[in-house]
């Protein structure tokens, strides 16, 4: 199978940064630089859209984070207990200053896969 790493957190941006810098650390061995920078930007952005945009702030409501790395591919899914959205890149401007979508534009370019199913956001990068 690889490497796993599942984990759950309160949303809590600070709580975001200490799990998120655990994980890298974890990985950073296991990927390239280019790979591992993506990877470090995906985290972060999830996990900060499930605290501010899934989560509302709500510190009573969980962030839940799976990695699975294998010898051709990382997979990152980031799931909180909001009500999901209907992503649709077609109505963000990437020339917009709006401060909604700009995140899941950017997770969505460094991606080779991208899915949004509810509340779960699920991207996977090839490993070259």
Known sequence: ???V???KIHSDINCVKILVEEILSSIKHKLSE??????K???YELMIN???HGNCE??????YTK????????IIEVSDEGEGICYNQKIYNENDLSESGRGLMLVKGLADKFDIRGNTVICEQYLK
Do not use: H, P
């Open 1 to 3: 199978m690889g490497y």
């Open 5 to 7: 790493i599942e984990k």
């Open 34 to 39: 280019t790979t591992f920078f993506n990877t």
């Open 41 to 43: 930007l995906i985290l």
């Open 50 to 52: 499930s605290v501010i």
């Open 58 to 63: 709500d510190l009573n409501k969980m962030i």
């Open 67 to 74: 990695i699975y790395i294998n010898k051709s591919r990382i």
